[in-house]
């Protein structure tokens, strides 16, 4: 598959979109078998849009029920290190058993974040689904519950992740060529 440039960086395929897919599956066959009670799904926006779109046809769970929030971290390829709260909440989901669904984990800041903005709102559980981890970035003691793919410290478009808001369209996952 061909290499492709997003402002001026030249990335190339890492995880095609086929691979995507088993990992997508893989995390919901094992939400699947916790059988967590009327679960709310929480997507973080905007990178996991298509990762929560296409999780959300695997879970067999009854009375699933989504939500989104936005935060926002990145700029460009480093983290800022602030994470802003776009769009919260605006729904009772006290008691709730929550599931994150998150596109990437790579420091925490954000995961920390959502957690503390959701634990304000008395849910009675909250468990983490993530397709990407960056275990050498992470800096934080979270526990998480889903992992799809623990990947190398390295910067990766596509499939809803973005290089300033370039890329989410791209199929497959790709990472920036050095
Ligand atoms: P954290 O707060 O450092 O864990 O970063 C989490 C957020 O930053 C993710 O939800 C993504 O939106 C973004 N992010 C982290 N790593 C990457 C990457 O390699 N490519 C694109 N976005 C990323
Ligand atoms: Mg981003």
Same mark, same amino acid.
């Given at each position: 598959m061909k290499d492709i440039i997003l402002h001026n960086e030249k990335f190339e395929v890492?995880?095609?979109?086929n691979e995507i897919q088993k990992i997508v599956e893989?995390?919901?066959?094992?939400?699947?078998?916790?059988?967590?009670?009327?679960p709310l799904f929480i997507a973080v926006l905007n990178g996991s849009f298509l990762f929560a779109a296409d999780i959300m046809r695997k879970i067999t769970i009854p009375n699933v029920e989504i939500s989104f929030i936005k #935060?926002?971290?990145y700029e460009g390829t480093k983290t800022?290190? =602030? $994470?802003?709260e776009l769009?919260?909440?605006n729904k009772d989901i006290s008691k709730r058993n929550i599931i994150i669904l998150e596109d990437i984990i790579d420091t925490g800041i954000? #995961?920390?974040?959502?957690?503390?903005?959701?634990?304000?709102? =008395? $849910?009675a559980d909250i468990k983490i689904a993530t397709l990407l981890f960056k275990p050498d970035a992470y800096t934080k003691n979270i526990n998480i519950d889903f992992i799809g793919k623990s990947i190398p410290n390295n910067f990766v478009v596509g499939y809803g992740l973005d290089y300033d808001e370039n890329g989410r369209n791209?199929?497959?996952?790709?990472?920036l060529k050095n």
């Open positions: 890492f995880i095609n979109e893989s995390i919901a066959n094992n939400i699947n078998t916790k059988k967590i009670k009327d #935060l926002s971290s800022t290190g =602030n $994470v802003n769009i919260g909440i954000t #995961l920390e974040k959502t957690i503390t903005l959701l634990k304000k709102e =008395n $849910v791209l199929p497959h996952i790709y990472k």
